[in-house]
């Protein structure tokens, strides 16, 4: 009994308009039930949700830092403090994202990769995305040139060799030479070709599908933008039916109308939501330090101070708000492009992403102004807005 938890009373987000409320029993770290849970029984540990809305842990496959923490530390430290912050705002598992550093012997990589899967006190690492290094330096955004390397499957094995095992996405350019070698490296050792910081023409982007890229980095952030005698590669992602795409709904890296755009062209099974999210996710607005350079965070979104966006400092949930507002989906289907959609893309649709028996208990409990009240990973609280935890019902 020591390692059960109940969850009385709450509403499932894919649920709403029906009546009545649920009971969500979890027994070490899995959903075991989920319906009418036996009044009678003593549980370990329950949690009266007063109703509240019950959604499945936030999964971010985009994120570099939270709470003045980032992966480029290359600090354990760091990681536990963005995986504690992450679960504050609902995110439960997520993929640490950033670059190659050279000078730095890589020493982020590695720590990372130590911590993958880890007990870190909040979210859990699934793994590593590494924007690069073989991408476009003509559309590198917030990458430093010393981040990007001319393709060569030497080099590619020496990441392979740091990262352990643990590299599960790799944002590539298609167009270069050398790249779709490497993108079929990819797809052969099971990690996920993503599309981004490229160049590529229509054709070079078909290719690249062709190749085995099935994912889009940030899309219409660094990549050639929709023309009519030159379509690029938006026109391609738009015409391909099994390719998925991260958007940062956030209305300043993608305007609204855009977003509405991306989700009526490509499908709400196709979206993913991230937060491109960097050290200053969780603080104040301010000016703050990303890879050597100075940065502004202001209203969630963080830029160099000459103006290049690097990412945002909005949570998973205020992302998919958004998304929700400038598509006027559902809940379901906004809630899904940060648990359902990842998961599925990840090939973990079977343990994550969705609230249904025998699946890893990570969830979330928003309060009634729609906050996060609550957040649950492989069954244990690890974050409460009050103490609310009760020895028995």
């Given at each position: 009994?020591s390692?059960?938890?109940?969850?009385?009373?709450?509403?499932?987000?894919?649920?709403?308009?029906?009546d009545?409320?649920v009971?969500?029993?979890?027994?070490?770290?899995?959903?075991?039930?989920?319906?009418?849970?036996?009044?009678?029984?003593?549980?370990?540990?329950?949690?009266?949700?007063?109703?509240?809305?019950?959604?499945?842990?936030?999964?971010?496959?985009?994120?570099?830092?939270?709470?003045?923490?980032?992966?480029?530390?290359?600090?354990?430290?760091?990681?536990?403090?963005?995986?504690?912050?992450?679960?504050?705002?609902?995110?439960?598992?997520?993929?640490?994202?950033?670059?190659?550093?050279?000078?730095?012997?890589?020493?982020?990589?590695?720590?990372?990769?130590?911590?993958?899967?880890?007990?870190?006190?909040?979210?859990?690492?699934?793994?590593?995305?590494?924007?690069?290094?073989?991408?476009?330096?003509?559309?590198?955004?917030?990458?430093?040139?010393?981040?990007?390397?001319?393709?060569?499957?030497?080099?590619?094995?020496?990441?392979?060799?740091?990262?352990?095992?643990?590299?599960?996405?790799?944002?590539?350019?298609?167009?270069?030479?050398?790249?779709?070698?490497?993108?079929?490296?990819?797809?052969?050792?099971?990690?996920?070709?993503?599309?981004?910081?490229?160049?590529?023409?229509?054709?070079?982007?078909?290719?690249?599908?062709?190749?085995g890229?099935?994912?889009?980095?940030?899309?219409?952030?660094?990549?050639?933008?929709?023309?009519?005698?030159?379509?690029?590669?938006?026109?391609?992602?738009?015409?391909?039916?099994?390719?998925?795409?991260?958007?940062?709904?956030?209305?300043?890296?993608?305007?609204?109308?855009i977003?509405?755009?991306?989700?009526?062209?490509?499908?709400?099974?196709?979206?993913?939501c991230?937060?491109?999210?960097?050290?200053?996710?969780?603080?104040?607005?301010?000016?703050?330090?990303?890879?050597?350079?100075?940065?502004?965070?202001?209203?969630?979104?963080?830029?160099?101070?000459?103006?290049?966006?690097?990412?945002?400092?909005?949570?998973?949930?205020?992302?998919a708000?958004?998304?929700?507002?400038?598509?006027?989906?559902?809940?379901?289907?906004?809630?899904?492009?940060i648990?359902?959609?990842?998961?599925?893309?990840?090939?973990?649709?079977?343990?994550?992403?969705?609230i249904?028996?025998?699946?890893?208990?990570?969830?979330?409990i928003?309060?009634?102004?729609?906050?996060?009240?609550?957040?649950?990973?492989?069954?244990?609280?690890?974050?409460?807005?009050?103490?609310?935890?009760?020895?028995?019902?």
């Amino acid at each position: 009994m020591s390692d059960q938890l109940l969850i009385r009373n709450c509403k499932l987000f894919n649920a709403i308009e029906q009546d009545g409320f649920v009971d969500i029993l979890i027994e070490s770290g899995s959903i075991v039930q989920i319906g009418k849970v036996n009044e009678r029984q003593e549980y370990a540990s329950v949690i009266n949700a007063n109703e509240r809305v019950t959604a499945p842990g936030f999964i971010d496959v985009h994120i570099q830092g939270a709470g003045g923490a980032d992966i480029l530390d290359g600090t354990e430290e760091a990681l536990v403090t963005m995986s504690r912050t992450l679960s504050c705002l609902g995110t439960t598992s997520f993929l640490a994202t950033t670059v190659v550093k050279p000078d730095r012997n890589n020493r982020h990589l590695k720590v990372t990769a130590r911590n993958v899967n880890r007990e870190l006190g909040g979210a859990i690492i699934l793994g590593i995305h590494l924007e690069g290094p073989f991408i476009n330096g003509k559309k590198n955004g917030g990458i430093s040139k010393n981040s990007i390397f001319s393709p060569s499957l030497k080099a590619f094995k020496e990441i392979i060799d740091i990262t352990s095992d643990t590299l599960k996405m790799m944002t590539i350019a298609p167009e270069l030479e050398g790249n779709l070698g490497i993108i079929y490296k990819l797809v052969e050792d099971d990690i996920i070709a993503s599309f981004g910081h490229s160049n590529a023409t229509y054709i070079e982007t078909k290719k690249g599908f062709s190749a085995g890229i099935k994912h889009v980095t940030h899309i219409f952030n660094a990549m050639p933008s929709l023309h009519h005698r030159e379509p690029g590669p938006l026109l391609a992602i738009f015409e391909s039916d099994d390719i998925t795409a991260q958007i940062i709904s956030d209305g300043v890296h993608v305007h609204p109308g855009i977003v509405n755009l991306v989700y009526r062209n490509i499908g709400k099974d196709r979206c993913i939501c991230i937060t491109d999210g960097v050290q200053a996710m969780g603080l104040p607005d301010g000016k703050y330090i990303y890879n050597i350079r100075e940065y502004e965070s202001k209203d969630g979104t963080a830029q160099y101070l000459d103006g290049t966006l690097i990412g945002t400092t909005l949570s998973a949930w205020e992302i998919a708000r958004k998304f929700m507002e400038f598509t006027n989906c559902s809940l379901e289907i906004a809630i899904n492009t940060i648990t359902k959609n990842p998961a599925k893309l990840l090939g973990i649709e079977d343990k994550k992403g969705s609230i249904e028996v025998g699946k890893d208990a990570d969830l979330v409990i928003f309060d009634h102004d729609n906050s996060i009240w609550s957040t649950i990973i492989n069954g244990k609280v690890v974050f409460e807005k009050q103490l609310r935890i009760l020895d028995k019902d």
